[in-house]
């Protein structure tokens, strides 16, 4: 089982032909609402792929909370999210023209998630954690799946303004990084050099996400590279949220990493050909044809 513990948020999406400067007006035809949260949308990636999935997050009492538990239940994820007093948090989206976005996110009932209020580890061998909820919450997680021998995956994301507590990497196991996050963390360098400077801090497994480049990764000694899939990029809101979802639930199934990665590059190209987050983020059936189509079989 996958557990994920994240942000869930309900994105308002619009599409304009620029990204606005600071005090630019851009207007756009129109907006529309989708489910969203880094959390939400890792766990929606791994369920659609295949793979045994549970949620856990915080919503409001409110109407947004419902598209973002159904969509949770259709992508064949169990959802055991808290119910709590505050607003379902929010992610306000532009879309330009070329794919590129920009997010404004707020946390809601996100922020309200305690240490003191954790999952359930039943039946867990991996977690999924990311930046968007409290980070005292995430080390008390992070220390609690180590503590059972749960496999920890961290999506360093959205980055922090602040250096990464040591004791929170230290109880990492993957580390998942952008180029700019990966630079905050280690500061400026050549690839290899930052990434193993990532590893030394903590975490066995470093891997570097590069966008239309691919994505590399050192695990132990060794090095991997995978390349991305070329496609025509309509939206690449949750792209990277795709990649983390069907890693960890690659790497759950017992795949080595370098297939995990494979997977995972071609699930978040697909998504990149579609609007939104979760409603972009490919099937398993989509997938395998995918990889059918080009050639291969994994």
Known sequence: MILVAGSANLDFI?????LPRPGETVLGPAFTTAPGGKGANQAV??????????????LGDDPYAAPLRESLRASGVQD?????????????????????????VASG?????????????????????????????VQAYARSARERGVTVVLNAAPA??????ADLLANV????????????????????????????????TVIVTLGGAGSVAVSGDQRIEVAAHPVTVRDTTGAGDTFVGVLTGGLGAGQS???????????????????GAQP?????????????QAGRVD
């Open 160 to 165: 922090p303004q602040e250096p990464l507590p």
């Open 257 to 275: 990493l370098e297939r995990a990665m494979r997977r995972a590059a071609l699930a978040a190209s697909l998504a990149c050909t579609r609007d």
């Open 45 to 58: 990636a791994c369920g659609r792929s295949g793979h045994p999935t549970r949620f856990f997050g915080a």
């Open 80 to 104: 055991t999210s808290l119910t709590l007093d505050a607003p379902t948090g929010a992610a306000f989206i532009t879309v330009a023209d070329s794919g590129e976005n920009v997010i404004a």
């Open 173 to 204: 196991n993957v580390l998942v990084v952008n180029e700019g996050e990966l630079t905050g963390l280690v500061g400026p360098g050549e690839r290899m050099e930052q990434l193993r400077a990532a590893q030394a801090l903590g975490p066995g």
């Open 14 to 18: 619009t599409r304009v032909s620029h």
């Open 280 to 292: 972009s983020m490919p099937t398993r059936h989509e997938l395998d044809r995918a990889l059918a």
């Open 109 to 137: 009932a996100n922020a309200l998630l305690t240490p003191q209020r954790g999952p359930d580890f039943t039946d867990v061998t991996h977690l999924i954690l990311q930046l968007e909820l409290p980070l005292a919450t």
